[in-house]
């Protein structure tokens, strides 16, 4: 799933391409990814493209006084294309056709068709489920004071730092790196970090993500490919070295996702049984 790095990258050179261009018409060939119906998707058509943005991971399109609120889920992809596609085309979900003659298309790749969008007044957009739930975005890192206080919960940091309720834009990729970054445990609770802790995993927050960005930037050009080039040093990492001490990154197997780390400086040189042969070790 596109986290914070590969959405803000992504709204970066949509807003950059589009800002200012005229809608010539807002198709759904995906009926099933369109979650709105008043204002109609046509209302789009005829607004001037004030700006593309990003709210937690979803990407906002904003023109004519109404936002288009996409999330691309785990397969979807907004991108511009000089050329437009076939309504019949498997792929397309919405088709916001340009008048210069460019289209911007949300695609969606496999079965499942999970990405989806809405098409809402501007005013509305904050009052939003989507985005009224959200907690402060990760990047940059809260105050703080604000980020100890959202931490401050009996849960492992693993899925607390996934928690978009707790803070918008990590997920499961973005999560290894910085946890491998702060050198702590996947499975030690936000409650029992010290002081110390708590402002390195700040900071490691900050680092990660904001390092991502700087990469995306140097080796992205004008137009986001389907596959981002993701500067991973552990996440999918398993069975090689730790970049820093050389031990092995172990991986635990979840029904929908792999989690990485290094046993040797994040969990005190123990290698935590894998879910798929085993209870996990507390």
């Keep these: 799933m596109p986290e914070l790095p590969e959405v803000e990258i992504t709204a970066r ?70 050329e437009r596609a076939s309504l019949r085309d498997r792929t397309s979900r919405i088709l916001l056709r340009i008048a210069d003659g460019r289209e911007l298309r949300l695609r969606e790749f496999g ?30 890192p809260p105050p703080p004071e604000e980020f100890a206080d959202l931490l401050d919960q009996p849960r492992h940091l693993h899925p607390l730092l996934r928690d978009q309720r707790a803070i918008a834009g990590i997920g499961r990729s973005w999560v290894d790196e910085i946890l491998w970054t702060a050198r702590l445990s996947p499975f030690q609770r936000g ?28 080796v992205i050009g004008d137009t986001v490919p389907d596959k981002l080039p993701m500067p991973l040093r552990v996440h999918r990492r398993a069975g090689e ?13 979840f029904k929908d996702y792999v989690m990485c780390y290094c046993p040797e400086e994040q969990t005190g040189g123990r290698v935590l049984k894998d879910r798929r042969l085993s209870k996990l070790l507390k």
């Design 13 to 82: 050179r949509l807003d950059r391409a589009l800002s200012g261009a005229e809608i010539e018409s807002a198709l759904a060939p995906g009926l099933v990814a369109l979650k709105t119906f008043d204002p109609p998707l046509d209302a789009f058509a005829g607004g001037r493209v004030g700006g593309v943005r990003r709210i937690g991971k979803m990407l906002a399109v904003d023109a004519g006084g109404l936002t288009l609120l996409v999330h691309l889920m785990s397969a979807g992809r907004l991108q511009l294309f000089d």
């Design 111 to 140: 079965t499942q068709q999970r990405a989806w969008a809405k098409l809402l007044r501007a005013e509305e957009v904050a009052a939003d489920e989507a985005v009224a739930t959200l907690g402060p975005d990760a990047y940059p």
């Design 191 to 218: 409650s029992d970090l010290d002081p110390e802790d708590v402002e390195t995993l700040r900071s490691s927050c900050g680092e990660v993500l904001g390092g991502a960005l700087e990469h995306y930037e140097r």
């Design 241 to 253: 070295d730790c970049p820093r001490c050389g031990a092995r990154i172990e991986a635990i197997h």
